[in-house]
């Protein structure tokens, strides 16, 4: 049972590449997320998918797409890359029903760097 | 002004002190409160969990709300060098999803 696992975990872009995000779960949630985490800014989420075939604007969401591929796997795409989306991407997923005491569980994290 | 502030530190204790983390928030819709701690490249996990107002005790650790002052705190008694890390607080109108983050506190805990 691996949890939230994420790929790559570390990347270099040149301003304007693009590249993709994959996230993948095997705890059979609904509800997945990508949130962005810089310095002293918490974490804060750029796109969620509170169950299979739907997805929503987080708070930062410019610059991102996602696509939720199956209940499994969640990706966000960085079509054009710029140096401002530097920094370490988490996924996480939660069986999303609402009820007390559910909690999100993290992925590992990609680090991303724009050059 | 951030929904949620949290002194970002780093808060340095020697070994067994208790350490006491903050969060203030401004949104009184929220009812779940969380703590997550993350280990430096690490994924955040949840800590602590709690409903309203009031207290929750795990080991050795206390969350504390206060939804009149909109304050929450984490108490960690005879911190461990293995408790350094980053202690983020979370928060939520409804329950599990839509979580709005505290920027997080570096502790530190010397042998």
């Not at chain 1, 999303?96 to 680090?111: A, D, H, K």
């Not at chain 2, 009812?31 to 795990?58: A, H, I």
């Not at chain 2, 206060?66 to 890390?85: M, N, V």
Request: with cysteine; hydrophobic share 30%.
């Amino acid at each position: 049972n691996a949890g939230v696992t994420q790929t790559p975990k570390f990347q270099v872009l040149k301003t304007g590449q693009s590249m993709t995000l994959q996230c993948a779960q095997d705890m059979n949630h609904n509800s997945m997320y990508w949130y962005r985490q810089d310095p002293g800014m918490g974490l804060r989420l750029i796109y969620y998918s509170a169950s299979e075939g739907t997805t929503d604007k987080g708070e930062v969401p410019n610059g991102y797409n996602v696509s939720r591929l199956n209940k499994r796997e969640f990706s966000l795409r960085l079509e054009s890359a710029a140096p401002s989306q530097t920094s370490v991407y988490f996924c996480a997923s939660n069986l999303g029903l609402g009820s007390i005491g559910e909690t999100q569980y993290f992925g590992p994290g990609t680090r991303l760097l724009v050059l | 002004q951030k929904e949620v502030e949290q002194d970002p530190g780093p808060l340095s204790v020697p070994e067994g002190a208790i350490v006491s983390l903050n969060c203030t928030y401004s949104n009184s819709a929220f009812q779940y409160f969380m703590w997550y701690r993350q280990y430096s490249r690490k994924g955040p996990e949840l800590l602590m969990y709690t409903y309203s107002s009031g207290n929750k005790e795990d080991g050795r650790f206390t969350a504390q709300v206060d939804k009149s002052s909109k304050y929450i705190s984490l108490f960690i008694r005879d911190s461990q060098p293995s408790d350094s890390a980053t202690y983020l607080c979370a928060m939520s109108g409804n329950a599990g999803n839509m979580l709005t983050f505290g920027g997080g506190t570096r502790l530190m805990v010397k042998p």
